[in-house]
């Protein structure tokens, strides 16, 4: 079983950058891809950033250059780099570890975490 804990969410002026941390109490190896997900005040939930087991990422348009994901196996660590942040960056901001089950009735197994709250201020 994979437990999924994010940290680093807090209050930011706009301009400035935050580091999230999401940390697996068990083995990532199992999982196929490990993303963040945010979820602002009245929209659903939205990819943000996604990364394989063989490292290729995947960034929504929003923040394609000013987000960076990053996972380090031995550590079993995924993390979010977010600079020139911006008000609508406001989210809570959810850890996602996806595994392929290969079945036709439920193809994917997901964890999650349980969120963090990143605010950025005008």
């Known amino acids: 079983q994979v437990q999924l804990v994010e940290s680093g969410g807090g209050l930011v002026q706009a301009g400035g950058s935050l580091r999230l941390s999401c940390a697996a109490s068990?083995?990532?190896?199992?999982?196929?891809?490990l993303g963040w997900y945010r979820q602002a005040p009245g929209k659903q939930r939205e990819l943000v950033a996604s990364?394989?087991?063989?490292?290729?990422?995947n960034y929504a348009d929003p923040v394609k250059g000013r987000f960076t994901i990053s996972r380090d196996v031995t550590k079993n660590t995924v993390d979010l780099q977010m600079n020139s942040l911006k008000p609508e960056d406001t989210a809570v901001y959810y850890c996602?570890?996806?595994?392929?089950?290969?079945?036709?009735?439920?193809?994917?197994?997901?964890?999650w975490g349980q969120g963090t709250q990143v605010t950025v201020s005008s």
């Open positions: 996602n570890g996806r595994r392929l089950t290969g079945t036709l009735f439920n193809p994917f197994e997901d964890y």
């Open positions: 068990g083995s990532l190896f199992s999982i196929n891809a």
């Open positions: 990364i394989t087991a063989g490292g290729i990422t």
